[in-house]
């Protein structure tokens, strides 16, 4: 399942490498799915431990609600649903990949300001920090922030150096498995995909026309090597190697050479 949030924006930061990396960002919308989820599960999995807990009671005592005796029973089922439904998203978030079950449902990822993977430590402050995003009541402060935030920050992603981002969707996903498909088969008739030299200078020179015109290439590229050259595909082979500086006589498989340069720098620009 995935959302798409007309408000969601589209980021993009250089890593301490200097590799660019290009995020859609969660809207208010997509995220607000995915805690309603979220908030759905836990009120489940709260109400069959107090209903759980009061069977036992019944069973015990013989009645729904026993004078005396059970005060520390109480307040611990009270103390630990608390522990619950704070530690639920600290848990998921830090040792599932920046996900909870709602926001793998919508498609949504936490990850560190730089696009590195969340660490606990920003995690755990993103969360006890919720509680001044719901003030007055609503998460209303939280959603005011997201609004007006470049990156759709809520006051705990501010503090915590975090950010949410919106994964590749269901077709997006599709059609890199296409072409991932193809340059296998390419491969397998006998193509050849070099070593390209891609130290993080070049990488930085490309743009995201760039981008857009590698992947279009791929995205209906010929897999058969023996298939002549189009004119297209050698021109924007030449692009390429002039703006990376790359040897014409070293990659002279104009097939090989954009296919190899697509899967080289796709993780820049994918989620």
């Given at each position: 399942?995935?959302?798409?949030?007309?408000?969601?924006?589209e980021?993009q930061?250089?890593?301490?490498?200097?590799?660019r990396?290009?995020?859609?960002?969660?809207?208010?919308?997509?995220?607000?799915?995915?805690?309603?989820?979220?908030?759905?599960?836990?009120?489940?999995?709260?109400?069959?431990?107090?209903?759980?807990?009061?069977g036992?009671?019944?069973f015990?005592?013989?009645?729904?609600?026993?004078?005396?005796g059970?005060d520390?029973?109480?307040?611990?089922i009270?103390i630990?649903?608390?522990v619950?439904?704070?530690?639920?998203f600290?848990?998921?978030?830090?040792?599932?990949?920046?996900q909870?079950?709602?926001?793998?449902?919508?498609?949504?990822?936490?990850?560190?300001?730089?696009?590195q993977?969340?660490?606990?430590?920003?995690v755990?402050?993103?969360?006890?920090?919720?509680?001044?995003?719901?003030?007055?009541?609503?998460?209303?402060?939280?959603?005011?922030?997201?609004?007006?935030s470049?990156?759709?920050?809520?006051?705990?992603?501010?503090?915590?150096?975090?950010?949410?981002?919106?994964?590749?969707?269901?077709?997006?996903?599709?059609?890199?498995?296409?072409?991932?498909k193809?340059?296998?088969?390419?491969?397998?008739?006998?193509?050849?995909?070099p070593?390209?030299?891609?130290a993080?200078?070049?990488?930085?020179?490309?743009?995201?026309?760039?981008?857009?015109?590698l992947?279009?290439?791929?995205?209906?590229?010929?897999p058969s090597?023996?298939?002549?050259?189009?004119g297209?595909?050698?021109?924007?082979?030449?692009?390429?190697?002039l703006?990376l500086?790359?040897?014409?006589?070293?990659?002279s498989?104009?097939?090989?050479?954009?296919?190899?340069?697509?899967?080289?720098?796709?993780?820049?620009?994918?989620?």
């Open positions: 399942m995935h959302f798409n949030s007309s408000i969601e924006k980021t930061f250089l890593t301490p490498e200097q590799v990396l290009r995020y859609r960002t969660a809207g208010l919308g997509s995220r607000a799915i995915a805690h309603l989820i979220d908030v759905l599960l836990l009120i489940a999995a709260s109400a069959l431990i107090l209903f759980g807990a009061a036992i009671v019944f015990l005592s013989s009645t729904w609600f026993p004078n005396d059970y520390y029973l109480f307040a611990g009270f630990f649903l608390i619950l439904n704070v530690g639920y600290i848990v998921m978030e830090a040792y599932w990949g920046g909870t079950i709602g926001k793998k449902a919508v498609g949504l990822r936490v990850l560190m300001q730089h696009g993977s969340a660490t606990i430590l920003p755990v402050i993103r969360n006890l920090f919720r509680l001044l995003d719901f003030l007055p009541m609503g998460y209303f402060a939280g959603g005011v922030a997201i609004l007006f470049r990156r759709d920050n809520r006051i705990g992603d501010m503090v915590a150096g975090t950010i949410v981002v919106a994964e590749a969707s269901a077709e997006h996903r599709s059609r890199r498995s296409r072409i991932d193809r340059i296998a088969a390419m491969q397998k008739r006998g193509g050849i995909l070593d390209l030299e891609l993080d200078a070049r990488r930085a020179l490309l743009q995201e026309q760039d981008w857009h015109l992947q279009g290439w791929a995205d209906r590229m010929d090597p023996k298939t002549e050259v189009s297209l595909e050698q021109r924007i082979w030449e692009h390429f190697t703006k500086g790359h040897e014409r006589t070293r990659y498989d104009i097939r090989g050479y954009l296919a190899a340069l697509y899967l080289a720098v796709r993780e820049d620009w994918e989620l």
